[in-house]
């Protein structure tokens, strides 16, 4: 069937309004539930053949994240779908003011290949709650993984209401031709942009989760060996292809040698230097993107680290001892090298983080609650932790989404739905009273009614 074909199938599907009610949403977020808990197992071997992620790490990240996604969905929905009744002011007295939760209609998710399940099916879920149909478009970079998933769905879901298409660029240039009515994209800025010119064609509107340079900001008072600990547990899940992973660590300059120092000692713990691809570690996706970091491996400073394997796509975790102006500070890292730069005053932080476009996440290591304000209020960022990285995502109270170059948007728990819903406002009137006032022909006594009984 063509594209447009499903496109037009889907939105006769939601016209006719089965995917509207609380009990078809429930419903089908039990049998995404069901595919998810299922079929995990197959989900997580299809990623292990496409970069070798070990089960444990897939089953956290993307498995256990989606289940817990959709209880929290099926708790609250009832809650967030309720018609909500505001006041008015006195103009338009007597009213009854609502505004109801619509869902916006047929929408287009675009996924990207790190968390090849999660990030298609982490937005489909509040698609899902708010009442839309969906078509999936997984990346191609993970070829098994989005394979099995149109697999699953056709067993799982009428194509009408949730369809997995499968391809490339040609495959979603042409979806992007279509009129949907939200977009959904995760993915690189570069791609970020074409989308939004895609959309801009029919008006619509569009989430867009991208990358950026995410710092980790060590202060002086830090516990320096925790936030070694925790830069490179965030810094080595998925290989260090996950969007907000710790891209490089500023670091106060008297501390960057017992930074490197407990880095050392909390690589050689996680790892042993025993690294067993699809066991205790994630290779590169591909050879474009090994050979990319092996291109800035060679222009860097190696303290620790470096081994790689061109075969397996293995890339050691590896400090680097950086400049602003060097090359692997240029872009997003993407891969398991972690530039340490370092700074003597706390003033400069924000003077040199704000020449570089707002980064997806950051990261902010201190005791000191003055300390972590001044970095929340002078640098703009989508979302971080302080003495942490990424855990932010685990909680879906906590909007997930970028800024700037690193995205529009946002989504996770209730933002999930709210992206996926429109608001709609709606003034209930009764038909008494109806004043002769309010109609024309006007005049001055109209006007000196109107000022004596709304007067400013
Ligand atoms: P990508 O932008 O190359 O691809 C994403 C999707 O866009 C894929 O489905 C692909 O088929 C499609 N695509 C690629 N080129 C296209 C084109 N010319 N026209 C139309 N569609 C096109 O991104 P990627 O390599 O899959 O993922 C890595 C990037 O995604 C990184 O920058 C990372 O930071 C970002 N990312 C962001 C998040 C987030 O939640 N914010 C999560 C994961 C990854």
Not at 400 to 424: A, I, L, N
Request: charged share 25%; aromatic share 10%.
């Amino acid at each position: 069937m063509s594209i447009e074909s499903i496109v037009s199938q889907q939105k006769a599907a939601f016209r006719d309004g089965r995917t509207r009610s609380i009990k078809a949403r429930k419903s089908m977020l039990k049998q995404l539930r069901k595919l998810i808990s299922t079929h995990e197992k197959e989900l997580c071997d299809a990623i292990k053949q496409d970069f070798g992620k070990p089960y444990i790490e897939s089953y956290v990240t993307e498995i256990y994240t989606l289940l817990d996604e959709i209880d929290y969905h099926l708790k609250n929905l009832y809650g967030w779908m309720k018609p909500e009744s505001v006041g008015g002011p006195i103009v338009t007295f007597p009213s009854k003011n609502v505004i109801y939760k619509q869902p916006k209609g047929t929408v287009l998710i675009i996924g990207a290949w790190n968390y090849p399940v999660n990030l298609t099916l982490m937005p489909l879920i509040g698609a899902i709650s708010a009442g839309n149909t969906a078509i999936l478009k997984p990346s191609e970079l993970a070829p098994a993984t989005s394979t099995k998933l149109k697999e699953l769905f056709e067993r799982y879901f009428k194509p009408d209401v949730i369809s997995v298409i499968e391809g490339g660029v040609d495959v979603t240039t042409e979806l992007l031709s279509q009129s949907f009515d939200h977009i959904f994209f995760t993915g690189s800025t570069r791609v970020g942009k074409i989308v939004m010119k895609a959309a801009a064609e029919n008006l619509t509107p569009v989430t867009l989760e991208l990358g950026g340079k995410s710092p980790a900001i060590v202060f002086e008072d830090a516990n320096i060996d925790v936030a070694a600990n925790r830069i490179w547990w965030g810094k080595t899940i998925n290989g260090g292809q996950t969007c907000v992973a710790p891209d490089f660590v500023l670091i106060h300059s008297s501390k960057k040698e017992a930074f490197i120092e407990a880095s050392k000692k909390a690589i050689s713990s996680f790892f042993k230097n025993d690294y067993r691809i699809g066991e205790n570690y994630t290779a590169i996706i591909n050879h474009v993107h090994f050979d990319r970091l092996i291109d800035l491996l060679k222009q860097s400073n190696v303290i620790f680290g470096g081994d790689t394997n061109r075969d397996t796509r293995f890339i050691e975790p590896t400090i680097i001892d950086a400049e602003w102006d060097d090359e692997i500070m240029k872009d997003e890292i993407f891969g398991p090298l972690l530039p340490v730069i370092t700074y003597d005053d706390d003033k400069e932080i924000p003077l040199q983080l704000n020449k570089k476009p707002a980064p997806l996440a950051l990261y902010i290591f201190t005791e000191s609650k003055e300390k972590q304000e001044f970095i929340i209020q002078h640098v703009p960022f989508g979302g971080g932790c302080v003495n942490d990285t990424i855990s932010h995502l685990g909680n879906p109270n906590l909007p997930f989404g970028g800024v700037g170059f690193s995205g529009m948007g946002s989504y996770h728990g209730k933002y999930s739905f709210d992206t996926f819903s429109r608001e709609q406002g709606v003034l209930k009137k009764p038909s008494w009273p109806d004043p002769d006032v309010r109609y024309p022909p006007y005049n001055d006594l109209t006007l000196s009614v109107f000022k004596r009984l709304f007067s400013k």
